[in-house]
């Protein structure tokens, strides 16, 4: 999977201008995979801006269950994310795919997150911004640094930031001082508690 992968990356590149991003949705048989994903992202940081991983998700279908769509009830046994309890792993978190990545890399370190809406406490979506080279990662941005950014790009577009622009990569080594000065005013904040 991953030669195709760069077989696109490599395309976009030669366009130019381009953020190239790649979702994989990860289930309980290819969890084990993320951290090579992982490693092959940085072997392309400069034309592979964004992995995303999403733990899968699925209607179960159980006979004590009915959907509707307003008031009509509706069959899901036809939809692709319909599935038996024994089908899929069903109870994989944005945590369990961190867990396995810091089994490679133990300084992984997500700075953001979306909660879920059925159980507000669970992390659906994590985010981590990563800057280093193709042969290191310098560091991890934190969540002081992504509030923000996400702040001033809401301030300035009216929207806030999802997938940055490849001039942002440019900028790299600046946002890692800023995010390590940041980082330190994290620690001094806990310290002082």
Same mark, same amino acid.
């Given at each position: 999977?991953?030669?195709?992968?760069?077989?696109?990356?490599?395309?976009?590149?030669?366009?130019?201008?381009?953020?190239?991003?790649?979702?994989?949705?990860?289930?309980?048989?290819?969890?084990?995979?993320?951290?090579?994903?992982?490693?092959?992202?940085?072997?392309?940081?400069?034309?592979?801006?964004?992995?995303?991983?999403?733990?899968?998700?699925?209607?179960?279908?159980?006979?004590?269950?009915?959907?509707?769509?307003?008031?009509?009830?509706?069959?899901?046994?036809?939809?692709?994310?319909?599935?038996?309890?024994?089908?899929?792993?069903?109870?994989?978190?944005?945590?369990?795919?961190?867990?396995?990545?810091?089994?490679?890399?133990?300084?992984?370190?997500?700075?953001?997150?979306?909660?879920?809406?059925?159980?507000?406490?669970?992390?659906?979506? =994590?985010?981590? !911004? $990563?800057?280093?080279?193709?042969?290191?990662?310098?560091?991890?941005?934190?969540? *002081?640094? #992504?509030? +923000?950014?996400?702040?001033?790009?809401? =301030?300035?577009? !009216? $929207?806030?930031?999802?997938?940055?622009?490849?001039?942002?990569?440019?900028?790299? *080594?600046? #946002?890692? +001082?800023?995010?390590?000065?940041?980082?330190?005013?994290?620690?001094?904040?806990?310290?002082?508690?």
């Amino acid at each position: 999977m991953n030669p195709l992968r760069l077989h696109f990356a490599e395309m976009l590149a030669d366009v130019g201008g381009l953020s190239c991003a790649f979702n994989s949705t990860v289930y309980g048989d290819t969890l084990p995979y993320v951290p090579e994903i992982v490693e092959w992202g940085q072997k392309h940081i400069d034309i592979v801006h964004v992995l995303v991983f999403i733990a899968f998700r699925a209607a179960v279908m159980e006979k004590h269950f009915d959907y509707y769509a307003g008031p009509e009830k509706i069959d899901m046994s036809p939809i692709v994310y319909s599935v038996t309890d024994e089908e899929q792993r069903l109870d994989m978190l944005s945590n369990d795919i961190v867990e396995v990545i810091r089994k490679k890399y133990p300084d992984f370190e997500p700075c953001a997150y979306l909660n879920g809406t059925e159980k507000p406490d669970s992390f659906k979506w =994590l985010l981590t !911004g $990563r800057i280093g080279t193709k042969s290191e990662i310098y560091g991890y941005v934190g969540p *002081k640094f #992504m509030e +923000l950014a996400q702040t001033l790009h809401h =301030l300035r577009n !009216g $929207r806030y930031l999802a997938y940055t622009h490849p001039k942002v990569q440019a900028r790299a *080594k600046a #946002m890692l +001082l800023l995010a390590r000065s940041m980082r330190a005013y994290e620690e001094s904040l806990e310290i002082s508690w």
